[in-house]
Nanobody
Framework: QVQLVTSGGGLVQPGGSLRLSCAAS????????MAWYRQVPGKQREFLAS???????NYADSVKGRFTISRDNAKNTVYLEMNSLKPEDTAAYLC??????????????WGQGTQVTISS
């Protein structure tokens, strides 16, 4: 089986920083891409950033210049470095990955999410 474990959320003040992690484990053959999303209850899930196996990154306009996505291939882990945090960044942050398992073709997997709250 393949699973994603998300961690690093918490409570920070406006203007602060936070680093989220998402580690993939299980019968992994390769990881094509990993991405971060966030969701507020009652609203649509919002795309934030993605990174491919080749290192190409893509960001939503709302987080460009503030958030940075990176990955450690040896650890099958993706990170999201968040700076200059605002109250409107408060949400559940979700990790997604396009993974090819040992005996299956590529498919999408989701982590359990981690809560980020920005408040003074």
């Amino acid at each position: 089986q393949v699973q994603l474990v998300t961690s690093g959320g918490g409570l920070v003040q406006p203007g602060g920083s936070l680093r989220l992690s998402c580690a993939a484990s299980g019968s992994i053959f390769s990881i094509n891409a990993m991405a971060w999303y966030r969701q507020v209850p009652g609203k649509q899930r919002e795309f934030l950033a993605s990174i491919t196996s080749g290192g190409r990154t893509n960001y939503a306009d709302s987080v460009k210049g503030r958030f940075t996505i990176s990955r450690d291939n040896a650890k099958n882990t993706v990170y999201l470095e968040m700076n200059s945090l605002k109250p409107e960044d408060t949400a559940a942050y979700l990790c997604n990955a396009l993974i090819r398992s040992t005996f299956d073709s590529s498919r999408s997997y989701w982590g359990q999410g981690t809560q980020v709250t920005i408040s003074s």
